[in-house]
């Protein structure tokens, strides 16, 4: 089994950064997959970024320039880098691992971008 925390939502005005962290614990592999994932009211959930055990990135057209995703292995810990954002990036974040056939979800953690 795997728990995954998230933090550093928040309320932020348009043109501003902040930095989500999503930590793992529990019986995580050294090979896996981990992703950041939104989902605005009444909206389905979408892909934002994902980074492999290796280190490749991949990013949603919209996010990309602006988003920048990395992880701490040592810390089992990923992040995610929100900067100029904008009000369609208001959303709750949710964060997943990967690893063989298992995924698992954080709870998420509101962002929301308004003056």
């Known amino acids: 089994q795997v728990t995954l925390v998230e933090s550093g939502g928040g309320l932020v005005q348009p043109g501003g950064s902040l930095r989500l962290s999503c930590t793992a614990s529990?019986?995580?592999?050294?090979?896996?997959?981990r992703g950041w994932y939104r989902q605005a009211p009444g909206k389905q959930r979408e892909l934002v970024a994902t980074i492999t055990s290796d280190g490749s990135t991949a990013y949603a057209d919209s996010v990309k320039g602006r988003f920048t995703i990395s992880r701490d292995n040592a810390k089992n810990t990923v992040y995610l880098q929100m900067n100029s954002l904008e009000p369609e990036d208001t959303a709750v974040y949710y964060c997943?691992?990967?690893?063989?056939?298992?995924?698992?979800w954080g709870q998420g953690t509101q962002v929301t971008v308004s003056s």
């Open positions: 529990g019986s995580i592999f050294r090979i896996n997959v």
């Open positions: 997943n691992l990967k690893q063989v056939i298992l995924t698992y």
